[in-house]
């Protein structure tokens, strides 16, 4: 159903018809932010797109599914975020048509997103391609997001805080996968088997050590996702997030 790119914070998902390159928390405009919060920085703009462009080539993908939190500021995208953000969907729509579930720093995407026919844009519950149901995670999933057999979500940039034998240590982002827990859903009648948590695409970004304390910001984790596994992205399987 959804297969992470060996070596990159993306996913492709079989979506029936269609095969869909997957990416999260992209936070267009980073850059920006941090250099207001005094951190000298330049913007990278050009190899997050490039990059992008590239995994869209090398997976053949017929559609690009942004995970959300594309762009970084609340409201409506400005300045440089809001010239990334255009130069983005452009090359993108160029090749494939894109689908965005908002996120928590999506508020006014669509001051940018109204110009692209080929982007379209769902709010935070989600939408549902084929046998996957991709939502930001911000919020409660819609009804047949969580239906969907394979479930996506992001918004929580996990990453894995490892050490080697000599106390070094480093940060490494991760992907969680495992069963989705009814029982982290109380309000929902259907639940699908496998719950995904994506890590975010733009390294900058920072993001919660899943294996070091429970900092999950979405309403419905960690208690909806059980027996969960973190993977790094080039697929070293970790085992149980919790004891890594």
């Given at each position: 159903m959804?297969?992470?790119?060996?070596?990159e914070p993306?996913a492709?998902?079989?979506?029936?018809?269609?095969?869909?390159?997957?990416?999260?928390?992209y936070?267009?405009g980073?850059e920006?932010g941090?250099?207001?919060?005094?951190v000298?920085i330049r913007s990278?703009?050009?190899?997050?797109?490039e990059?992008?462009l590239?995994l869209?080539s090398r997976?053949g993908?017929?559609r690009?599914?942004f995970?959300?939190?594309?762009?970084?500021?609340?409201?409506?995208?400005t300045?440089?975020e809001r010239?990334?953000?255009?130069?983005?969907?452009?090359?993108?729509?160029?090749?494939v048509?894109?689908?965005?579930?908002?996120g928590n720093?999506?508020?006014?995407l669509s001051?940018?997103?109204?110009?692209?026919a080929?982007?379209?844009?769902?709010d935070?519950p989600g939408?549902?391609l084929?046998?996957?149901?991709?939502?930001?995670?911000h919020?409660?999933?819609d009804d047949?997001?969580?239906?969907?057999?394979?479930?996506c979500t992001?918004?929580?940039h996990?990453?894995v805080?490892?050490?080697?034998s000599?106390?070094?240590r480093?940060?490494?982002?991760?992907w969680?996968?495992?069963?989705?827990d009814?029982?982290g859903f109380?309000?929902?009648d259907?639940v699908g088997d496998?719950?995904?948590?994506?890590?975010a695409?733009?390294?900058?970004s920072g993001?919660a050590h899943?294996?070091e304390?429970?900092?999950f910001l979405?309403?419905?984790?960690?208690?909806?996702?059980a027996?969960?596994?973190a993977?790094?992205?080039?697929?070293?399987?970790?085992g149980?997030?919790?004891?890594?």
């Open positions: 959804l297969e992470p790119v060996p070596g993306a492709v998902a079989d979506c029936g018809p269609e095969r869909a390159l997957v990416v999260a928390d936070h267009a980073l920006v941090l250099r207001s919060e005094g000298e990278r703009a050009e190899e997050r797109r990059g992008l590239e869209l997976t993908a017929d690009v599914v995970l959300g939190d594309v762009g970084d500021g609340i409201g409506e995208p300045g440089a010239i990334e953000l255009r130069e983005l969907l452009a090359a993108v729509t160029d090749r048509s894109a689908t965005v579930t908002k720093h999506d508020g006014d001051a940018v997103t109204d110009r692209f080929g982007v379209e844009v769902t935070g939408t549902r084929g046998d996957v149901g991709f939502c930001h995670g919020t409660w999933p047949e997001v969580l239906a969907a057999p394979t479930v992001a918004h929580e996990p990453q805080a490892l050490e080697d000599v106390g070094g480093r940060t490494e982002r991760a969680l996968r495992g069963r989705l009814p029982g109380p309000d929902y259907r496998r719950l995904v948590v994506c890590p695409f733009n390294d900058l993001g899943v294996n304390a429970d900092g979405s309403p419905f984790l960690p208690a909806g996702l027996d969960g596994e993977y790094l992205l080039d697929g070293t399987r970790l149980p997030y919790r004891t890594v």
